[in-house]
């Protein structure tokens, strides 16, 4: 699972400072190894020294790295771990990587298209959704998300008129 990518180096020591994917600071806050993959493809464990929240963004120190120089190597790979190897989630969490690929639908207008992407923003996350008419922005919260069957493939949802402009027309 894809949990954050390299943006940049944090201190003269080595850490780096990820970008976290949606759900992928819950992911990282609690891992103990990760791996990164370069631009070509290649993957490396790394042993997480030290991992701290910092704005919005994660900080974590690696086995092995000590020097910005070292760090600076890495920006712009990704970061994924085992999928055994995230923390516990509760029945109502879920990873990013459960919901990609979902069929969203809406208990009025039936299906409304597949989940492609997600986003965080400061209040909660948003799933991105696209068809063969457009792009749908939901909030991924209650009252919008009735239920998340992974099993099934689907994400049944209620939507308010106006947010699906593409089939409100119709």
Known sequence: MEVGVVVGTHGIRGGLKIRPMPTGELAL???????????????????????????????ICLEGLHDVDEARTLV??????????LPGRTEDQYYWCDLEGLTVVDQRRGVIGKVEEMF?????????????DGEVLIPAIPPFICQVDPEAGEIQVDLP???????DEI
């Open 29 to 59: 806050t609690a891992a103990r190894d990760v791996l990164l993959r370069d631009p070509t493809g290649q993957l490396t464990l790394y042993c997480i020294q030290h991992c701290t929240s910092h704005k919005q963004f994660v900080i």
């Open 76 to 85: 712009g790979q990704t970061l994924l771990m085992r999928r055994e190897d």
């Open 161 to 167: 008129d106006g947010l699906v402009p593409f089939l």
């Open 120 to 132: 965080t923003t400061p209040a909660h996350e948003i799933l991105v959704v696209r068809s063969a």
